[in-house]
C-alpha cells in the first residue's frame, strides 16, 4: 500500500484525506492550531451542503515537526503564498522516487515547484472541488464535485506509480483523471476558479448570483473567453466550450458557496489574488491579448 502525506488540511486537502482514509489508504494530513488539535482529539467532520448530510471520520494528523516518515507521494495543498514554506518538509522527507502533486489554484504551480525540488518528480495537477474550514475539525463542503486532474509535463517523464495513485483516488471515491496534456487541463481548471473568484470579488456576491442570469454571470463569461483567448496565444486549445463546461460545474454548487480568496480577501487575511487576477492582466501584455473584463476587475480591486 502507498503511503499518502498531505500537507494543509483546508478545504482542498482536508477533503483529499477524508476521501482517501474513508477509501482504507495509508495517508497522513499535515496542519496545525486549533484545527490539528481537533483532528485529532477528536474527528474530522464534513458538512455537505447540497444535502445538509455530516459524516465524521477519524484521520491521521500531525504537525509538520512530527512527521517522521518517507511517503510515496506528497499532495501539496497550501495557498500559492504558503508554497516556500513547505519545501524544507518536502526535502526532508522524500526519497529520490517520491512523486509530488501540487493541487493550486494558480497555474504553473508544478513547473515552478519543479525548479526548488530538482531531485524529485513534481507533476501538475488542480481539483474541482469547493470546500472550506467552517471550524476546528469540521468542512463545508459547497458541492458535490471532487474530481483531480494531474499529470506530468513531459512525457519522458512518466511513471507507472501514476497509475496507482488515480486508481487510489477512484477507489476513495474521488474522480481522478491523468493528464496526457496537463498544461492545457491545469488552465481549463483555471478558467473556472479564476473568473468565479474575481466575478465574486467585483459583485461582492456568493455562487447564486451568477447562477441566475445578470451582470454577475455575464462578467464570469466573458472572462471565461478572456482566458481562452489567452491560451490560443499561448498555443494552449481546448476542445470543448468552457463557458458551458464551467457553467455546468457552477449548477452544481450551493448558492451561498464562495470562493476561499473572497473569504480570505473580506477577512482581511493574505490571498492568492495575485495568481488568480493580476497575473492574468500580466499575461495579457506578455502575449498581447486584451483583456478588457481582467483589467477593469483588476483595476477596481487594486482601488479597495
Not at 33 to 62: C, F, S, Y
Not at 165 to 177: H, L, N, P, Y
Amino acid at each position: 500500500m502507498m503511503k499518502y502525506l498531505i500537507i494543509g488540511a483546508g478545504g482542498t486537502g482536508g477533503i483529499l484525506g477524508y476521501q482517501l482514509t474513508g477509501g482504507g489508504k495509508d495517508v497522513t494530513l499535515i496542519a496545525r492550531g486549533a484545527h490539528l488539535k481537533a483532528m485529532q482529539e477528536k474527528e474530522l467532520t464534513i458538512h455537505k451542503l447540497w444535502n445538509d448530510e455530516i459524516q465524521t471520520l477519524p484521520v491521521r494528523a500531525v504537525s509538520e515537526e512530527e512527521y517522521e516518515e518517507k511517503p510515496d507521494v506528497i499532495l501539496v495543498c497550501v495557498k500559492d503564498y504558503s508554497l516556500d514554506s513547505v519545501y524544507p518538509l518536502i526535502r526532508r522527507v522524500s526519497r529520490p522516487d517520491t512523486i509530488v502533486i501540487p493541487i493550486l489554484n494558480i497555474y504553473g504551480t508544478g513547473g515552478r515547484m519543479q525548479e526548488q525540488l530538482p531531485d524529485i518528480l513534481v507533476t501538475d495537477g488542480c481539483i474541482y472541488v469547493s470546500a472550506s474550514i467552517e471550524a476546528p475539525g469540521v468542512l463545508t463542503q459547497h458541492g458535490a464535485i471532487c474530481r483531480v486532474v494531474f499529470g506530468v509535463r513531459h512525457q519522458e517523464e512518466y511513471r507507472p506509480i501514476l497509475k496507482e495513485i488515480a486508481r487510489d483516488f477512484e477507489e476513495s471515491g474521488i474522480t481522478a483523471v491523468l493528464s496526457e496534456n496537463i498544461q492545457r487541463d491545469a488552465l481549463q481548471k483555471f478558467s473556472y476558479v479564476s473568473p468565479i473568484g474575481a466575478v465574486g470579488l467585483y459583485f461582492n456576491c456568493a455562487a447564486g448570483a451568477i447562477q441566475r442570469e445578470g451582470a454577475p454571470r455575464e462578467m464570469f463569461k466573458a472572462m471565461i473567453w478572456e482566458i481562452v483567448s489567452l491560451a490560443e496565444a499561448m498555443n494552449i486549445h481546448f476542445e470543448q466550450d468552457l463557458v458551458e463546461v464551467n457553467l455546468q460545474i457552477l449548477s452544481d454548487l450551493a448558492p451561498e458557496a464562495t470562493t476561499s480568496m473572497q473569504r480570505d480577501i473580506l477577512a482581511g487575511k493574505q490571498s492568492e489574488i495575485d495568481g488568480l487576477i493580476y497575473q492574468v492582466v500580466r499575461l495579457g501584455h506578455q502575449y498581447g491579448v486584451p483583456m478588457p473584463q481582467y483589467e477593469m476587475v483588476a483595476e477596481k480591486l487594486r482601488g479597495l
